[in-house]
């Protein structure tokens, strides 16, 4: 049995009302506008300062223990997907095309949770900073935040944050120290060639035929550029070309994603696609202009943190219950722009209901939905880092 906070426990069902409403009423990237003023509300009504807009939509809570230097921040990240929710359970999505299908809706709910916990009991000592975060799923709103100046007005010696699994039975935790998720990038690659008529090729120069020798050789960088040991994935996942069946067209586009672990392997491979795009295009007489967006760095755990975030967690749910070395994933998290910043831990909680009647689906399903028993698991890990943090 999970070692939970009885008074978070007592109060779950209220939590688990929260996280419903938050459910029906999803709002996606920068546009948290009824979420954040609910999560003001609620933490207004527990005595916690409480900041708007930072970075847009965030909310900071502010809420200080008995007298001490140190300070910590816990992130919740609180926008939903743009999609359809495929569920008819009483608190599905109210909005079209707009769905909790990542979990937030939880996230949030776990850590108002741990905040009013932890208003109610005020014996730590120091600082804490409650981040509700924007624009998770490609905003990076977290990036917003820290330009908003996130770390300069609510200083935080530390960073945490806490994502829901699916596939990790709930009751367990797992996180690593080191990389644990990759870097997203974006690359968009322009073929310019000389049209003509199909029949006639030799007058044209073929975008086509460019742009298929680029997308095999953009191939050969993960294969024979990047060392064994690195993880790296490059996916070609746009060739789009032409009008007719008898017309070379003018030009070709390319375009896909590259994930890494380590930002001298990402220089490496925006360096090589570069000049594999260029000179190959160039070997077939046209030329290609390159673009290449870094979207998030990868999300580095900060070891001491880490170990400590471990210790609570087996303080939690017990030894065999968390896994200190979680593979890592090549998805990416913008929490990594924080973890730039400050040294800290993201880990995962599991959340796979034991029973094996619950029907299981995974991140950004339609039919996806947080699972509420986490709330007291997670509060109760909230609570007790802030405890073990700033004792
Ligand atoms: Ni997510």
């Known amino acids: 049995m999970a070692n939970l906070i009885p008074d978070i426990v007592a109060r779950s069902a209220e939590f688990k009302g929260i996280r419903r409403l938050l459910h029906a009423h999803p709002e996606t990237a920068f546009e948290e506008h009824e979420t954040g003023a609910l999560i003001a509300s609620k933490l207004k009504e527990w005595g916690i300062e409480v900041h708007c807009g930072i970075g847009g939509t965030g909310v900071v809570g502010v809420l200080r223990g008995r007298p001490g230097d140190k300070c910590i921040g816990l992130r919740a990240d609180m926008d939903a997907l743009?999609?359809?929710?495929?569920?008819s359970f009483a608190h599905c999505s109210r909005h079209r095309e707009k769905m909790h299908a990542c979990g937030h809706d939880g996230h949030v709910a776990m850590l108002l949770a741990a905040a009013r916990q932890l208003a109610e009991s005020s014996e730590f000592k120091g600082t804490v900073n409650f981040i509700f975060q924007p624009a998770e799923e490609g905003g990076s709103g977290a990036k917003r935040m820290i330009a908003d100046g996130l770390f300069e007005r609510f200083p935080c010696d530390a960073?945490?944050?806490?994502?829901?699994?699916?596939?990790?039975?709930?009751?367990?935790?797992?996180?690593?120290?080191?990389?644990?998720?990759?870097?997203?990038?974006?690359?968009?690659?322009?073929?310019h060639g000389k049209g003509g008529h199909a029949a006639i090729p030799q007058q044209s120069n073929d975008p086509i035929l460019a742009a298929a020798q680029v997308v095999s050789a953009l191939q050969s960088v993960v294969s024979r550029n990047t060392s064994p040991l690195d993880s790296v994935v490059l996916s070609v996942t746009r060739l789009q070309a032409g009008t007719g069946f008898n017309i070379i067209?003018?030009?070709?586009?390319?375009?896909?994603?590259?994930?890494?672990f380590s930002l001298p392997v990402l220089d490496m491979m925006e360096k090589r696609m570069e000049s594999i795009c260029k000179l190959t295009a160039q070997a077939h007489g046209c030329s290609a202009e390159f673009r290449f967006l870094r979207q998030s760095i990868p999300t580095v755990n900060d070891a001491e943190q880490t170990a400590l975030a471990l210790d609570v967690m087996r303080s939690v749910v017990g030894q065999d219950q968390?896994?200190?070395?979680?593979?890592?994933?090549?998805?990416a998290e913008d929490f990594a722009f924080m973890l730039a910043k400050r040294p800290g831990c993201y880990a995962f909680i599991g959340n796979d209901a034991q029973s094996p009647a619950t029907e299981r689906f995974g991140l950004h399903h339609p039919r996806y939905d947080f699972n509420d028993d986490l709330i007291p698991l997670g509060a109760s890990y909230w609570v007790k880092l802030v405890n073990a943090f700033l004792d």
Not at 249 to 260: E, H, K, L, N, Y
């Open 82 to 87: 743009p999609m359809q929710e495929g569920n």
């Open 159 to 191: 960073v945490f944050a806490l994502h829901n699994w699916p596939g990790l039975a709930a009751g367990t935790f797992a996180t690593r120290p080191g990389p644990i998720m990759a870097s997203c990038n974006e690359f968009k690659i322009t073929i």
């Open 249 to 260: 067209p003018d030009s070709a586009q390319i375009g896909g994603t590259v994930r890494t």
């Open 322 to 331: 968390v896994n200190a070395e979680a593979e890592p994933t090549m998805g």
